[in-house]
C-alpha cells in the first residue's frame, strides 16, 4: 500500500475545505449537497452525474426529485455557489473534499446475486477519483456500503494515483427519509463521521465535521471508527426494518383474533423502553434502502461465517414479502375469491407519502398479484407519473408502446374520485394526507362505485370505520380482526 493513502500517519497535509464535490445527483447526492450549500455560501459545492437527464432536470425548474422544501433551497443556491454538471472529471479535479453518493444496488447477477451490493459504481467514481485527482482530496462514504468498503476503495487510490496526492477515506452516512429529506438534513439526529485512527485520518474528520457544525447541533456530531460508521448505517435500517416486520407479524395475529394492531401498538408505544415510532403496521416497508440494505446485512454476515446471523436478518425480509402477498390474498378472498374483471381502485403507488419514489414499493407487488388474478385497476398516486407506473408494472392496454409483448390492465387516473367510479373496491397503498382529508366526499364515493363497494385500507387511513360502514361500504383494515 503506498504511503499516500493514510492507512499510516503521515504529516501529509488536509486541505481545508472550501470546494466540494459529489458523485452522483440521486436522491442522496442532490438534497445533501443543495442543503449543504444553502448552509455554506463560502463554499463552493458542484454535483456531478454521467446521467445528461437528470443533470439537466437539477438546472431546470422541474427538479428531478419530489421533496418538501427542495425547490426553494435549489433556487437560492443554484448559481451563487451550487452547481450541477456533468463535468465529472473538472469536479473531481477541483475539489477539496470529494461526496461519493452513487448507488449501491444489490446485485442482480454472479456471486452474491440477490443478496450482494453491487459496488461497481462505487469503484468506478474511485477509480475516477484516482486518475483525475492531482492534489488528492477528502474522500467521504456517503453511499451506503458494506462493512470494510474503504479498504478496497483505499487499495484503488494506492495503485492508481499519482504518489503525491494526498487521500483520506472517511465514512459519513446518510440517515435522511424521503419526503422528510429537508427536514432530515437541516436538523439531523446525527451525523456520523468514521475515520481510520490515525492523527491525518482524525484531522479529516474535523475538517467535515467543521462544515456540519455551520448548522447541525455540536452534540449530534458523532466521531467513532472508520467500520464501526459504515456498520451502524446497516444496522440502523435493519433495526428500522425489524421493526415494521415485528409489528406486521403481530398484525396477522390481531386479525384471526379480533384484536386491533392500532391499539396493540399504541399500548407498546407508552413503553418509553421500546418508543413510539415505527410501530405502524399495513403493507409492509418499501423504498429503496430497507430490503438492499437488509440484504447487504445477510450476505456480510454469511461472508463472515455467521448464518445463524444471516438467517435472524433473512426473517425480517421473509415477514415483509409474506405481508404484501397476504394483504392481496385477503382483497381476492373478501370479494368472494374472485376478481377477475372487477374494477379496483388503487390509491397510492408510491412507496410512502411525500415522495414520487416507487423504488420497492409494496403497491409494485399487490397490483401485480391483483392484476395476475384478473383485475382491471385505476391506479391514482398524486405523485407517481404514468411512466414511472408504466415501468414498474409493465405498460397498460391500449398504450401505444408497439414493442411491449405483455400488456397490463390498468389505467392512470388523474385524482382519488377518478380512480373510484365504477370500481367495486378501493385499496389504500400510500398514506398520502389527500386521502385522509376531511374534504373528501365519502358519500358521492360511495354513489360513484359498483356495490357491494369494499374499501381495503393498508395504511391505517381510515379513522372512523363505523361512518363508512353506516354509509355502506363494507370495511377491512390491515391488523383489525373483525
Ligand atoms: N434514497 C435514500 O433515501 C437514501 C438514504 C440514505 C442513503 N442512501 C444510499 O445513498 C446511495 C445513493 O442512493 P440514491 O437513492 O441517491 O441513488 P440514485 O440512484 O438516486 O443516485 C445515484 C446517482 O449516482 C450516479 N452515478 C453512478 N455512478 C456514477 C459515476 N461513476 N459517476 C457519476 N455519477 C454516477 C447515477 O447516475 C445516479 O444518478 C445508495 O448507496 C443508497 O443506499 C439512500
Ligand atoms: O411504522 C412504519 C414506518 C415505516 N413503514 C414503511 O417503511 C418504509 C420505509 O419508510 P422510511 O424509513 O420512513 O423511509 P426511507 O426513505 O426508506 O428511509 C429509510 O431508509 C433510508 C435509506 O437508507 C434511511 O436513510 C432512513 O433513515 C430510513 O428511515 C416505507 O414503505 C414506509 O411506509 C411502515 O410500514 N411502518
Known amino acids: 500500500m503506498s504511503p499516500h493513502v493514510s492507512y499510516f500517519d503521515t504529516d501529509a497535509e488536509i486541505r481545508s475545505v472550501k470546494n466540494i464535490c459529489c458523485i452522483g445527483a440521486g436522491y442522496v447526492g442532490g438534497p445533501t449537497c443543495a442543503v449543504l450549500a444553502w448552509k455554506c455560501p463560502d463554499i463552493k459545492v458542484t454535483i456531478t452525474d454521467i446521467a445528461e437527464d437528470r443533470i439537466r432536470a437539477w438546472n431546470s425548474d422541474e427538479l428531478p426529485i419530489f421533496e418538501p422544501g427542495l425547490d426553494d433551497i435549489v433556487k437560492e443556491a443554484r448559481g451563487r455557489n451550487l452547481f450541477f454538471t456533468t463535468d465529472v472529471d473538472g469536479s473531481i479535479e477541483a475539489a477539496d473534499l470529494i461526496f461519493v453518493s452513487v448507488n449501491t444496488p444489490t446485485k442482480v447477477a454472479g456471486i452474491g446475486a440477490g443478496l450482494a451490493a453491487d459496488l461497481c459504481y462505487i469503484e468506478a467514481a474511485t477509480r475516477r477519483i484516482a486518475t483525475v485527482s492531482k492534489r488528492g482530496a477528502i474522500i467521504v462514504e456517503k453511499s451506503t456500503v458494506p462493512c470494510r468498503t474503504a479498504e478496497s476503495m483505499n487499495q484503488i487510490l494506492s495503485a492508481l494515483s499519482p504518489s503525491n496526492a494526498t487521500f483520506e477515506i472517511l465514512s459519513n452516512p446518510e440517515f435522511l ?287 372512523d370505520p363505523t361512518a363508512l360502514k353506516k354509509l355502506g361500504f363494507i370495511v377491512y383494515q390491515s391488523g383489525v380482526g373483525y
Open 177 to 463: 427519509a424521503e419526503g422528510t429529506a429537508v427536514e432530515d438534513l437541516l436538523d439531523p439526529a446525527r451525523v456520523l463521521i468514521g475515520s481510520m485512527p490515525t492523527t491525518r485520518g482524525r484531522l479529516a474528520q474535523q475538517r467535515l465535521a467543521e462544515v456540519y457544525s455551520r448548522w447541525v447541533r455540536p452534540e449530534a456530531i458523532v466521531t467513532m471508527g472508520l467500520w464501526s460508521s459504515e456498520l451502524s448505517k446497516l444496522a440502523a435500517n435493519a433495526l428500522l426494518a425489524q421493526r415494521v416486520s415485528s409489528i406486521n407479524a403481530i398484525a396477522a395475529i390481531c386479525e384471526r383474533t379480533e384484536a386491533n394492531v392500532h391499539e396493540v401498538s399504541s399500548a407498546c408505544r407508552l413503553d418509553l423502553r421500546i418508543g413510539s415510532k415505527f410501530l405502524e403496521a399495513g403493507i409492509g416497508f418499501g423504498g429503496s434502502c430497507f430490503q438492499k440494505d437488509l440484504q447487504n446485512l445477510v450476505y456480510l454476515s454469511l461472508s463472515l461465517g455467521l448464518p445463524e446471523v444471516a438467517e435472524y436478518w433473512k426473517q425480517v425480509l421473509v415477514m415483509n414479502a409474506w405481508t404484501k402477498q397476504r394483504f392481496a390474498r385477503n382483497i381476492v378472498q373478501k370479494m368472494f375469491s374472485t376478481i377477475t374483471a372487477k374494477h379496483i381502485a388503487i390509491l397510492g403507488f408510491a412507496f410512502k407519502a411525500d415522495t414520487g419514489d416507487t423504488r420497492e414499493a409494496p403497491a409494485i407487488d399487490v397490483c401485480r398479484d391483483l392484476l395476475e388474478d384478473g383485475a382491471l385497476l385505476h391506479i391514482y398516486d398524486p405523485k407517481v407519473s404514468s411512466s414511472a407506473i408504466n415501468r414498474a408494472l409493465g405498460p397498460a392496454k391500449g398504450s401505444n408502446v408497439s414493442f411491449q409483448s405483455e400488456q397490463r390492465a390498468y389505467t392512470v387516473e388523474a385524482s382519488m374520485q377518478q380512480a373510484c367510479v365504477g370500481a367495486s373496491a378501493l385499496v389504500f397503498l400510500t398514506k398520502w394526507a389527500e386521502f385522509e382529508s376531511h374534504a373528501v366526499d365519502w358519500k358521492a364515493i360511495y354513489a360513484s362505485m359498483s356495490k357491494p363497494a369494499w374499501i381495503f385500507d393498508g395504511r391505517n387511513i381510515v379513522k
